[in-house]
């Protein structure tokens, strides 16, 4: 059973580009969780999906939006990238109405903005 | 507002020995959820103990336990018998929800020594 999947590993862009990363959840869950993680800092809460609509938000500008489909895949986009916008970024998977216990992370995709 | 608090950026264990991890946390809810994650080099986030807040037990797992002073508002990690691959990021994190968002604190940096 493959866990959470994110897709690309690595990613180089230009500052002022748009990016869009992808996440697989673990089979049978049906909510993505999204993070920010700076170098040397923890994970910071970007959203929240479940049922294709985003749930929860954290203070991210509209910059960074999502989607999820009806696989309960999920992608993020920023647009118009900052330097300050190169971080790790997580994608956790869960049921929903479970506790965080369930919940898988990926192992991220690294974006540098130059 | 919520917030995680780890004053150890970095500690070093001889293997074998027993370590204490520090969190302490601030929230105005009284229901919450406490969680530690390691983080190894790969970059996913890995569960490992949670205690919720009116756990009147302290979470054990394993070699890990989790030191609950609720009065203290800390929750401490504690790992017995460390072992080299316990090498990695600690991040202490809390939920106010079920499965809704985690706020994480800085991570402290295990380095285990043979």
């Given at each position: 059973d493959a866990g959470v999947t994110q897709s690309p590993t690595h990613l180089i862009k230009t500052r002022g580009q748009q990016v869009t990363l992808r996440c697989s959840p673990k089979s049978g869950h049906d909510t993505v969780s999204w993070y920010q993680q700076a170098l040397g800092q923890g994970p910071q809460f970007i959203f929240q999906y479940y049922e294709e609509e985003e749930r929860q938000r954290g203070?991210?500008?509209?910059?960074f939006s999502g989607h999820q489909f009806p696989n309960y895949s999920s992608e993020l986009n920023v647009n118009?990238?900052?330097?300050?916008?190169s971080a790790l970024y997580l994608c956790a998977s869960s049921f929903t109405?479970?506790?965080?216990?369930e919940a898988f992370f990926g192992q991220g995709t690294r974006l540098t903005v130059v | 507002a919520q917030k995680i608090t780890q004053t150890q950026p970095g500690m070093f264990v001889q293997e074998k020995e027993a370590v204490t991890l520090d969190c302490t946390y601030d929230t105005s809810d009284q229901s919450y959820g406490l969680f530690w994650y390691k983080q190894p080099s790969s970059g996913e986030m890995i569960f490992l103990i949670y205690q919720g807040s009116y756990d009147e037990q302290n979470a054990t797992e394993g070699r890990y336990s989790l030191n609950f002073q609720k009065a203290r508002k800390s929750a401490n990690l504690v790992i017995s018998a460390?072992?080299?691959?316990?090498?990695a990021m600690y991040f202490c994190a809390m939920s106010e929800d079920q499965g809704g968002k985690l706020i994480f604190g800085q991570g402290t940096e295990l380095s285990v020594k043979p």
């Open positions: 203070n991210f500008p509209d910059r118009a990238l900052l330097l300050g916008d109405g479970t506790r965080n216990t | 460390s072992q080299l691959g316990d090498s």
